[in-house]
């Protein structure tokens, strides 16, 4: 599927969900635009899926705190990533 960032960011918008990248591009969209409802941007570098998971999983509380709070758009995580096996 050949999508680009607009589109993704206006999905995300429309339909009130939360975007989780590890694109910069989606933290530029916003300073255009302003925010969808939330964007999660892990800033770790290359990561496979499960690494991501785990990223995520790490950060669950902070993360629900976030999502419940108006007053924040973009969560960063920015962190050195652990080898999951």
Do not use: H
């Not at 999502?67 to 050195?80: A, P």
């Amino acid at each position: 599927m050949n999508v680009t960032d607009l589109e993704i960011w206006n999905f995300a918008k429309k339909n009130d969900f939360i975007i989780v990248t590890q694109d910069s591009d989606f933290n530029d969209l916003n300073s255009l635009y302003g925010f969808p409802r939330k964007i999660i941007w892990i800033r770790t570098g290359n990561l496979k899926i499960p690494e991501i998971a785990a990223v995520l999983n790490n950060y669950r509380e902070d993360i629900e705190v976030f999502v419940n709070d108006e007053n924040y758009g973009c969560f960063e995580i920015m962190c050195r990533p652990q080898k999951v096996d």
